[in-house]
């Protein structure tokens, strides 16, 4: 049995992440073109590859661990790192590499971009895997099947729980 979260919960999640990712991703493009300049798009190329690293990893851990529960989920993956990387950034940089006819840079920007994108996904995966073994071999943090939402019900309480009172799980461990 799933956990249903309450529109409310969902939307404050999202929202919350957003404002993060943006912010993130905002004050990173300035520090990348501040750097290296803006006649290439580093930052968007970095910000893409780092955000396939990112969901993978944290995709991972959500899908293999408590660690990550369905509020962290959509807090993290579509909120923070749905507006710190999108496709539109890399598309509006091949555009701009193209009209400015420097065709060989904007392509070797997508090959780069679509190539190491897929595999900073796979380096995510593998390197949540590996976090995942590590948890479970170190007897520091019991890892279970059993999904804990930890601490989310206190800061984003469902609409028939008081925010003041940690809810019960199917698990009936305090989250």
């Not at 890399?90 to 070797?108: C, R, T, Y």
Request: net charge neutral; glycine share 10%; with cysteine.
């Amino acid at each position: 049995m799933g956990i249903t979260l309450s529109a409310r919960r969902r939307i404050l999640a999202v929202f919350a992440g957003g404002f993060c990712g943006a912010i993130a991703r905002a004050l990173l493009s300035m520090l990348i073109q501040s750097r290296l300049g803006n006649g290439w798009p580093y930052d968007i190329l970095l910000i893409n590859l780092t955000g396939a690293f990112l969901i993978a990893f944290f995709t991972t851990l959500a899908d293999t661990t408590f660690l990550i529960g369905p509020t962290r989920r959509l807090f993290i993956n579509v909120g923070f790192l749905g507006a710190y990387t999108t496709f539109s950034s890399l598309a509006l940089g091949d555009v701009l590499q193209f009209q400015k006819g420097h065709w060989f840079p904007g392509l070797l920007y997508l090959a780069i971009s679509i190539i190491g994108g897929i595999l900073l996904v796979q380096v995510g995966v593998l390197f949540g895997q590996f976090c995942v073994k590590h948890l479970k071999s170190s007897n520091k943090t019991m890892l279970t099947d059993t999904y804990i939402d930890i601490q989310d019900d206190v800061l984003l309480p469902d609409d028939n729980e008081p925010a003041t009172q940690p809810s019960t799980h199917q698990t009936g461990q305090l989250s």
